[in-house]
């Protein structure tokens, strides 16, 4: 399947799946370890991909939320997510998918705009995180922001939808910007 | 660096809303439309030519030409005048030679005799709205009188704003802001310098670095340029991150391929697009790629240097050439 589709399997019981997309393979692996060490009623399963579409001979479980992972020092993972997109059905984006952004903080090493990845994750209506996972403080809270998403994603919390979740985060931007 | 532009309509709509509102709100409104602003078009302009061509005297700004200067970037100057630029001269001297005499920076030979001097330079601004930039000098006092009297330049250094729009908004009337510094000299006296501007108009000086984003642009803009003849090779320095120690790749390429490559992305005269600097980076990326398997964009760029000018991400810049048109 090259093509991700949200409603493609069943659901795990208890389970909650995450799928980090990006290049940069410690700072992902650094932040799939924070998130595995949380509390978490679900039992979480935290899948690490290079770039889409991912190998389809292998048995995975059904993915709750992808996160595409954009290093702002490097225009290649920027590349590199933009091309994965491809690879993601349009169902997805109602509140399955998110942007985190990391490297705003050294500005000096920064070859991508912040304003690139803004427009970015304004055309495909997804949530735009910031965070500097080289930080370990700003990776642990980053990672139970994560957690709480995903289990959100997956059904896990009562009352609340991916999609109603994605309404709440975005009625808090300027109404202005909307328009785009 | 970078400036977007603001739709007339919101900016007035916006203005009209503050004209009786106090410096805070004026920079509280500013931030919030810096941050918040997203353009709606998809590509970001900056406008290719600049107003300063009409006053700059081009025997004055020579000094310019061939040096090397290092970036600092400045906040607001308090209570500073172009009035007192005479006053300024001596009590910068006697700073100086105090400091020297102090032995704090000490260098065998050296002739204490030296001579500051202030002096506006007119022309070296965006718009006319920013404020004139200054410059400072400090010149070695000969002390035969059949010599030149002026002495040899050992240190230059010069404030100007360009294009300050965005800054100029939230200043208030005390404060002149002329956040660029530039610096050509000893370190020792760029020291001085900092530290007698910093006790006198209450402001903070700190090293500005261009990042890899603004460089590309400076890249993309310089090659813009039409030049008669090309001096030099146009060359791109880029920084591979890999312990334990950081390789560099060095990309020299032909200042009329560059200049070709340019064209051939380039769409409307006299506005630089996002989308264009993008593709004229990603070509020059990808015909590496091609050969040697490298993805460039991966990497750090943290040189530039075309025949108008060259720029190191550490603040460094050097402007080579005087264009003529």
Redesign the interface.
């Known amino acids: 399947m090259s093509v991700l589709r949200p409603q493609d399997q069943l659901p795990g019981l208890n389970a909650a799946t995450i799928l980090l997309v990006g290049k940069e393979d410690a700072l992902l692996q650094q932040l799939a370890d924070s998130m595995l060490k949380e509390d978490c009623a679900s039992s979480l399963k935290v899948h690490l991909a290079h770039s889409l579409p991912l190998p389809s001979d292998v048995n995975r479980p059904r993915i709750d939320l992808i996160v595409f992972v954009i290093n702002l020092h490097s225009k290649y993972s920027l590349q590199n997510v933009e091309e994965s997109l491809r690879h993601v059905d349009t169902t997805f984006f109602l509140g399955k998918v998110g942007f985190l952004v990391t490297g705003a903080g050294r500005d000096s090493h920064c070859s991508v705009h912040r304003n690139t990845v803004l427009k970015l994750a304004r055309a495909y209506r997804s949530p735009l995180l910031f965070c500097d996972l080289e930080v370990e403080g700003f990776r642990v809270s980053m990672a139970q922001r994560l957690v709480r998403m995903l289990q959100v994603c997956a059904g896990h919390v009562p009352g609340v939808s991916a999609l109603s979740l994605l309404s709440l985060l975005r009625s808090s931007e300027s109404p202005c910007l909307e328009d785009l | 660096m970078?400036s977007y532009d603001i739709p007339e309509s919101?900016s007035s709509r916006l203005k009209d809303h503050f004209i009786g509102a106090t410096p805070l709100q004026k920079r509280l409104e500013s931030v919030r439309k810096l941050t918040?602003f997203?353009p709606?078009s998809?590509q970001?302009k900056i406008p290719q030519c600049s107003q300063l061509q009409e006053d700059v005297d081009p025997q004055k700004v020579a000094f310019l030409l061939h040096k090397q200067w290092t970036l600092y970037s400045l906040t607001p100057l308090y209570k500073f005048s172009y009035t007192n630029l005479r006053e300024y001269s001596k009590f910068l001297s006697a700073f100086i030679v105090a400091e020297k005499q102090k032995g704090l920076a000490v260098e065998v030979g050296e002739d204490l005799n030296i001579k500051v001097i202030f002096s506006t330079l007119l022309g070296m601004k965006g718009t006319q709205r920013d404020p004139d930039a200054f410059l400072v000098q400090i010149l070695s006092k000969s002390h035969l009188p059949s010599e030149n009297r002026e002495g040899k330049v050992l240190w230059t250094g010069w404030f100007c704003c360009i294009f300050g729009d965005n800054l100029l908004e939230t200043v208030s009337e005390d404060f002149t802001c002329l956040p660029l510094f530039l610096a050509n000299g000893a370190e020792t006296n760029t020291a001085l310098i900092g530290t007698w501007f910093q006790k006198t108009f209450d402001c903070h000086f700190s090293p500005l670095?261009?990042?890899?984003?603004n460089l590309?642009w400076m890249a993309a803009m310089w090659t813009a340029c039409r030049m008669d003849h090309y001096v030099a090779t146009t060359e791109f320095l880029w920084s591979v991150p890999c312990g334990p120690q950081s390789l560099d790749i060095a990309y020299a390429i032909h200042s009329e391929d560059a200049k070709a490559l340019w064209d051939s992305v380039h769409k409307a005269p006299g506005e630089v697009t996002?989308e264009e600097v993008d593709l004229f980076?990603d070509c020059l990326c990808s015909h590496f790629h091609r050969h040697f398997k490298i993805?460039l964009?991966?990497?750090?760029?943290v040189r530039v240097s075309t025949s108008v000018a060259s720029a190191h991400?550490n603040g460094k810049i050097k402007v080579s050439l005087n264009k003529s048109s």
């Open positions: 970078d919101t918040s997203v709606p998809p970001r670095a261009i990042n890899a984003f590309s996002q980076m993805h964009s991966a990497t750090r760029l991400t």
